[in-house]
Nanobody, 116 residues
Framework: QVQLVESGGGLVHTGGSLRLSCAASGFTFSRAAMSWYRQAPGKERELVAHISSAGGSTNYADSMKGRFTISRDNAKNAVYLQMNSLKPEDTAVYYC?????????WGQGTQVTVSS
């Protein structure tokens, strides 16, 4: 059974940092591309960052470039999102996504709230 469990969310002030983690199980993690998405209240879910299965390629949404860093540890079946210089508009539920072949799976999400 595929499981993605996010952690690390919380409440921070503007300019602060958080590191999100996603623990994966139930599939061959090293074969899956991993992504972080987020969804703010009243808005559609949007891609935050993506990392290839081996970790050699990363992509970011324009508004996150230079502030967020996605990484993975295939030995620990985990993917991370380091978020720096957080802004109130980064407030959202952050979701971990695993994708391989025709399959895509989601975690339950972790809340990130940035106060002004």
């Amino acid at each position: 059974q595929v499981q993605l469990v996010e952690s690390g969310g919380g409440l921070v002030h503007t300019g602060g940092s958080l590191r999100l983690s996603c623990a994966a199980s139930g599939f061959t993690f090293s074969r899956a591309a991993m992504s972080w998405y987020r969804q703010a209240p009243g808005k559609e879910r949007e891609l935050v960052a993506h990392i290839s299965s081996a970790g050699g390629s990363t992509n970011y949404a324009d508004s996150m470039k230079g502030r967020f860093t996605i990484s993975r540890d295939n030995a620990k079946n985990a993917v991370y999102l380091q978020m720096n210089s957080l802004k109130p508009e980064d407030t959202a539920v952050y979701y971990c996504n695993a994708n391989w072949g025709p399959y895509a799976h989601w975690g339950q999400g972790t809340q990130v709230t940035v106060s002004s």
